[in-house]
């Protein structure tokens, strides 16, 4: 089936398959869908297989959705695809199989199963797929965007998780619902989709209202980042900034900001794990757990633990012996 199509009056269903079109022809039919349906790329099949690939789409005025399945494949939006196939829109992409790559001038983003992207589909990027495509794509168009984020442009990637998971985020909840209503609107080839377009504008407010966080939600992912990487010898002030997508230097002030520093952030959690490390394992020599807490050496171990905590790790582990 290459194309069909149900009209109504504010919304449009097209599903394309290339399972009955000659081998030879596929990646030009492939290409032409997209650009109609979706977004205009260059693709290029990985390994020497034959294409496959099938999409259903569902076209609003102001968003576009799909579900998209092939073979593996590498796709580009290059400029003079963009100037060739402006789609003035933000994209998304949600991950539902496999992994995926996206790379712009910025930096590389990795997506893992449950994960989304979303950029400005008007930027160049390459996007490649090792074991095949299987995701959900949802455009909206760049004025709606522009409303929801007051103003603010979409300068980068951003990367959110829709899958389940403990602790999940206001915006993860809202990717959740997002990834939902995409899954709900193709599934309804032969109506409109249950709930309003209105809906799907009210959980992207609330997705990049998470997307551009104040300077107290950045320190608080800082935070949280270097509790669980703490004990890593090479952790850096480098991994904060690639985490937040900023520079060290703002990353500098960031903390600043906090009255504090990175150095001094990453050196208290470490003397917190050491401390807990010190408590489960009695018999472990103080060297070993200031080692396993990322401490080059223990007599450095040894001075910060006595500055932060107020005593020597030797007499916190005598404090929490059982006393007979």
């Not at 829709?162 to 997002?178: E, V």
């Not at 950045?218 to 952790?235: D, G, K, N, S």
Request: one cysteine or more; proline letters at 5%; hydrophobic letters at 35%.
């Amino acid at each position: 089936m290459r194309d069909s199509t149900h009209d109504a009056t504010h919304d449009s269903f097209k599903s394309f398959s290339t399972s009955h079109i000659p081998h030879h022809e596929r990646l030009e039919y492939w290409e032409a869908h997209n650009a109609d349906a979706l977004i205009g790329l260059d693709i290029r099949p990985l390994h020497a297989q034959t294409l496959q690939a099938q999409q259903y789409n569902r076209e609003s005025p102001t968003t576009r959705a799909a579900k998209v399945q092939g073979s593996s494949q590498l796709i580009e939006r290059t400029p003079d695809m963009i100037r060739k196939y402006p789609t003035e829109s933000v994209a998304l992409f949600f991950c539902t199989q496999g992994d995926s790559f996206y790379s712009d001038e910025q930096g590389t983003h990795v997506l893992q199963a449950g994960q989304l992207l979303a950029c400005n589909a008007d930027s160049p990027f390459i996007r490649g797929f090792g074991v095949g495509v299987s995701e959900f794509v949802l455009t909206v168009s760049m004025d709606e965007f522009t409303k929801i984020s007051a103003g603010k442009p979409l300068k980068q990637a951003h990367t959110f998780t829709f899958g389940r998971s403990p602790g999940d985020s206001s915006a993860s909840g809202a990717a959740q619902r997002l990834a939902q209503w995409v899954a709900d609107s193709l599934n309804a080839a032969d109506q409109s989709p249950e709930r309003p377009e209105s809906s799907v504008l009210s959980y992207l407010e609330a997705l990049f209202q998470g997307a551009c966080p104040d300077s107290g939600q950045l320190f608080e992912q800082a935070q949280r980042f270097i509790e669980v990487h703490c004990t890593h010898p090479e952790l850096r002030r480098s991994d904060i900034a690639h985490l937040l997508h900023t520079s060290e230097r703002q990353v500098a002030r960031l903390f600043a900001a906090h009255d504090t520093s990175f150095s001094q952030e990453l050196l208290q959690q470490r003397v917190y794990a050491a401390k807990q490390l010190l408590n489960a394992e009695p018999h472990t020599p103080v060297a070993e757990v200031a080692r396993r807490c990322g401490f080059r050496s223990t007599p450095h171990f040894s001075r910060t633990f006595r500055q932060i905590i107020g005593f020597s790790a030797t007499e916190a582990r005598r404090q929490q012996a059982p006393h007979g």
